[in-house]
Nanobody
Framework: QVHLVESGGGLVQPGGSLRLSCAAS????????GKWYRQAPAKEREFDAG????????MYADTVRGRFTISTVNVRKTLYMQMNSMQVVETAVYYC???????????WGQGTKVTVSS
């Protein structure tokens, strides 16, 4: 059974950095596309970044490219997103998602809240 648990959220000042983690149970990201999304209050969930098979092709939304970096560690059982130069508008709940490459089944974590504020 696939479980994803995010952590690392919190309060950060504008221009600051934060690293989010998404720990996978019972699987590694070798066979999944790992993605990070965010959902701000009263807005739809939107894509931030993705990585194929833990160490392959990476994808970024235009709004975060060059500031956010997605990666996997720990034998590809943990998905990270390093967020730099953060902006107030990036205050949101951040979710990780794993999409199975073979079946397209999707699994979501419970989310971790990030507040960008001075």
């Amino acid at each position: 059974q696939v479980h994803l648990v995010e952590s690392g959220g919190g309060l950060v000042q504008p221009g600051g950095s934060l690293r989010l983690s998404c720990a996978a149970s019972e699987f590694t990201f070798n066979y999944y596309v790992g993605k990070w999304y965010r959902q701000a209050p009263a807005k739809e969930r939107e894509f931030d970044a993705g990585v194929v098979r833990g160490g392959g092709r990476t994808m970024y939304a235009d709004t975060v490219r060059g500031r956010f970096t997605i990666s996997t560690v720990n034998v590809r059982k943990t998905l990270y997103m390093q967020m730099n130069s953060m902006q107030v508008v990036e205050t949101a709940v951040y979710y990780c998602k794993a999409v199975a490459i073979s079946t397209n089944n999707e699994y979501w974590g419970q989310g971790t809240k990030v507040t960008v504020s001075s």
